[in-house]
Structure formats: structure tokens, C-alpha cells
């Protein structure tokens, strides 16, 4: 377990300053951007109708079922979803992309023109955002405060993730499994307030249209990076390990004349 931190306030309040240099938006990213809302909405329309087999996509019974940190800290939450996805890559090369998650961070790598202003979510391992501290706010908007942002509120590195509001939880688990692959678990636990009307009718309608089709397009995005990442560090070692055995063996190529 890590020791609580807190980050100045500057960076708590401008996320550009921990991204200072974000992607442009090209004309061209942006017509992918609007075709991939345009493919979800079906999906976020029709959300409610499948509510039940959607809040469990991808996980087994025993995922849906295992306890999971955070599942206490909101005990009468309204939205209880655990979603999952097999990824082949190591937990060591799933790990660096939740880190970097935020608005005008790295993104969600979902649907960028709806959760990070159209900005490109990053596809790489930004060093600078890999500085991970409890009590740091995970930003959900260009402009986030105290009520709108997610806080790390734990974690075990490589292992899991634990982000919190007020009403809300959002846990990730990295399990390993065979062949150097990875489970990854993510569970949110909402309850809506209605003591804040306005603002509860925008959470309802966010997490019972919008949740599903942005979520499972984030997980789908961190499977891509994280096996895109784990392949090139494999062609590396390989590429090192041709070169290394080439300069042990320099003459292991060499015709059977050249020993007569």
C-alpha cells in the first residue's frame, strides 16, 4: 500500500500542466473521432434495454462475484457494473496506460470528441504522467474540482487500482494468467444523490447510456496499446539477442571451404 500525497494545486486544477504538450487535433483524427460516436450510438441509446447483460460484459460469474477494493465505500450504489477483458500482454505492460488516464492527460482511449476534447489519446507510455500519488486527482473534465474528479485513493502497482468521488468507485485488477497474458477486471459502483438533482440527472443519464459503449471502447483501447506495446519489447529483445549471439559467434556463418 502507498502513503497518502497530495499534489499542489496547480496540477490538481490545470491537467494541461501535466500533459503540456497535447496531441493536435487534425482534421483527419477528427473524422475518425466523429465516425466512432457515430458507431455508439446505437449502443448508448439502447443501453437500458440491456442493462443486465451489459453490466457484467465480458466478466465470468465468479469475476461479477469476487470482492473487489473499494466495494464497501459505497454500499447502497443504484449502478453496480463489472465489466473485463483478456489481454495478451503482461501486467507489467497493462499497468503504465491506467496511470496516465485522465481528460487532456493521456485521455480514456474511448471516444476522444465526447471524453478528451477531441485531443488524441495517447498511444505510448508518456513518462511524465507515470508518477503515480494517493490523493491525486484522475480529471474527468478540461476544467475539474473536488466534486467532478476521480481521486487515487489506492493501489498496488501492476496489481490494482482504486479511483474515488464522493458517490462513486472505480476499481481496476490486473490479474495474470497463462502465457504471459492478463485478466483486467474494472468495477464501478455509482449512487445517485438526489439531494443535487441537476447534476444526478446528468450522472444518471451519463452511466445508463453513455457508460457501457465508452467503457468497453477504453478496455478495447487498453488491450490494443498494451499488446502493440508488448510486441515491439519482444521484436527488441529479440533484435538484441541476434545481434548479442552474431558478436559471440562471428564466425558461425562461415562456409566449409574456408576450413579446408
Not at 14 to 22: A, E, G, V, W
Not at 223 to 238: F, G, Q, V
Request: hydrophobic share 40%; aromatic share 8%; net charge positive.
Amino acid at each position: 500500500m502507498t502513503s497518502a500525497h497530495t499534489q499542489s494545486w496547480a496540477s490538481q486544477t490545470d491537467p494541461l500542466r501535466t500533459n503540456p504538450n497535447p496531441p493536435a487535433r487534425a482534421p483527419r483524427h477528427l473524422l475518425r473521432q466523429i465516425a466512432s460516436v457515430a458507431c455508439d450510438v446505437p449502443a448508448f441509446l439502447t443501453a437500458p434495454f440491456y442493462r443486465r447483460w451489459h453490466l457484467r460484459w465480458g466478466a465470468t460469474s465468479a469475476e461479477v462475484e469476487a470482492e473487489l477494493p473499494g466495494d464497501s465505500l459505497v454500499p447502497n450504489a443504484q449502478f453496480r457494473a463489472t465489466r473485463a477483458i483478456t489481454i495478451n500482454a503482461s501486467p507489467e505492460s497493462v499497468w503504465p496506460w491506467l496511470v496516465q488516464v485522465g481528460c487532456l492527460r493521456a485521455g480514456f482511449y474511448s471516444n476522444d470528441l465526447l471524453d478528451n476534447l477531441a485531443h488524441p489519446s495517447a498511444d505510448r507510455i508518456i513518462p511524465e504522467l507515470q508518477n503515480l500519488e494517493v490523493g491525486q486527482w484522475v480529471p474527468m473534465s478540461p476544467t475539474p474540482t473536488e466534486r467532478t474528479a476521480l481521486t487515487v485513493h489506492s493501489y498496488e502497482t501492476n496489481q490494482w487500482l482504486l479511483w474515488t468521488k464522493s458517490d462513486s468507485t472505480w476499481a481496476w485488477q490486473i490479474t495474470p494468467t497463462g502465457h504471459n497474458g492478463t485478466r483486467l477486471i474494472t468495477r464501478i459502483h455509482a449512487r445517485y444523490d438526489w439531494h443535487h438533482p441537476l447534476s444526478t440527472l446528468v450522472g444518471v443519464v451519463l452511466m445508463e447510456f453513455g457508460d457501457f459503449a465508452m467503457l468497453r471502447r477504453m478496455l478495447r483501447g487498453i488491450k490494443s496499446r498494451a499488446e502493440s506495446l508488448e510486441m515491439r519489447a519482444t521484436k527488441e529483445i529479440d533484435r538484441a539477442d541476434t545481434v548479442s549471439a552474431s558478436r559471440r559467434f562471428p564466425n558461425q556463418s562461415r562456409s566449409k571451404k574456408e576450413f579446408a
